[in-house]
């Protein structure tokens, strides 16, 4: 896979977060990981309709 191709990927793979809105959700989880914050309950984030959703849409 090409530089330029990579780019291209990782710019969709971020415009289908914010489609699904969810990017908003992931900066939070990632701000606060690097706060030294211990998540518990995961699943249901997991399990949303939107995380899933988005995570096809990724592999396809």
Do not use: C
């Amino acid at each position: 896979m090409t530089t330029e191709t990579m780019k291209n990927r990782k710019k969709q793979i971020l415009r289908n977060s914010e489609y699904y809105d969810l990017q908003s959700v992931h900066d939070e989880l990632y701000s606060r990981s690097g706060s030294g914050v211990t998540f518990t309950n995961l699943m249901g984030r997991i399990m949303d309709e939107r995380n899933v959703r988005l995570a096809y849409r990724n592999l396809k």
